[in-house]
């Protein structure tokens, strides 16, 4: 050992002398366990604020859960509704040139509900389809069951079917409208509606068709519809597939498929308080996926919310 060495040995704080080896090895593995359990620690979840009371955000090609909020609780879903009524009766494969005719009867099932055309007028089942998503016309959606076969109780029976085969086990339907409150099911469910609605091209197609402008005969006129929902009318073009709903008891309700940095993300949200709240609770939810940034919302939406949760938990 060199003098200079030697110097700096005697110099050398104790404790900066080398440690013995076993003690060096206890240390490592100590140091080990430490750093694999702080890889490992589970940090807190951020989350989006919602008007909406339930709603779950799922990617499409995983399947993977992105947010969940309340998604199991059971409820009504209004309008949506038709998005299944649509399905099944694409599976059947009827005829889509077919002329359906408006009856009395499709009529008086929807309690003689605003609707834009008269009783008796006919129109193609491809064009009935079309207005019934896009502008989610409740007489087409009945004239839908009542020309399926087997009439209402056969798409009823199709639609419950269908729901089942899906996996989705909260849910229920009773007619082809949504008008009912009885047409229930979860957020978590219809994630598994939308997921194959996308699998169906005409499904796209129509519920994301801006304007339309239907020519119906006997007698001959038109009626144009626009889509409800609002980011389609204003030409967005992520949005892939869409469906709203409203009922008193069942709240502003929206399903999308839409692109979110070219990743195509399921969005539902139920129940959402105010008549903006849906589109304002898609772009947190955009919003959030990009930046992690939870959002706001109003402090009323808030109130609702914890109503509508005590509302659903005195049902159970």
């Known amino acids: 050992m060199s003098q200079e060495n030697k110097q700096y040995e005697k110099m050398k704080p104790k404790h900066m002398t080398q440690l013995k080896p076993h003690k060096t090895i206890i240390l490592s593995i100590f140091l080990s366990i430490f750093l694999f359990s702080l890889a490992n620690a589970k940090t807190p979840k951020k989350t989006v604020n919602l008007a909406s009371v339930s709603a779950s955000v799922i990617d499409l090609k995983s399947g993977s859960t992105l947010f969940e909020k309340n998604s199991r609780v059971v409820m009504p879903i209004a309008s949506i509704t038709k998005l299944m009524t649509a399905m099944v009766v694409l599976d059947a494969k009827l005829s889509l040139k077919e002329k359906i005719r408006f009856t009395k009867a499709d009529r008086n099932r929807i309690n003689n509900y605003f609707f834009f055309f008269c009783t008796g007028s006919e129109l193609s089942r491809a064009d009935v389809m079309r207005i019934a998503l896009m502008s989610s016309e409740n007489l087409a959606a009945s004239a839908l069951g009542s020309n399926y076969p087997g009439g209402v109780a056969g798409i009823v029976k199709a639609m419950n079917k269908k729901a089942k085969k899906l996996g989705m086990k909260q849910s229920r339907f009773v007619d082809s409208t949504g008008l009912s409150e009885k047409n229930v099911s979860t957020a978590t ?23 339309y402008t239907a020519r119906f005969k006997k007698p001959r006129y038109i009626v144009g519809y626009t889509n409800t929902n609002r980011l389609i009318r204003i030409g967005s073009s992520d949005v892939k597939l869409s469906k709203t709903g409203y009922l008193d008891k069942a709240g502003r309700c929206l399903v999308m ?23 304002g609770d898609a772009n947190r939810i955009k919003k959030w996926l990009q930046t992690g940034k939870q959002g706001k919302v109003a402090k009323s939406a808030v109130k609702y919310n914890q109503m509508k949760l005590a509302y659903y938990s005195g049902k159970k």
């Open 257 to 279: 498929l839409t692109k979110v940095d070219n990743k195509e993300v399921i969005m539902v949200m139920l129940d959402s308080f105010g008549k903006r709240s849906p589109i």
């Open 189 to 211: 469910d219809l994630a598994k509606l939308v997921a194959a609605a996308s699998k169906y091209p005409l499904l796209k197609k129509y519920t994301t068709t801006q304007v």
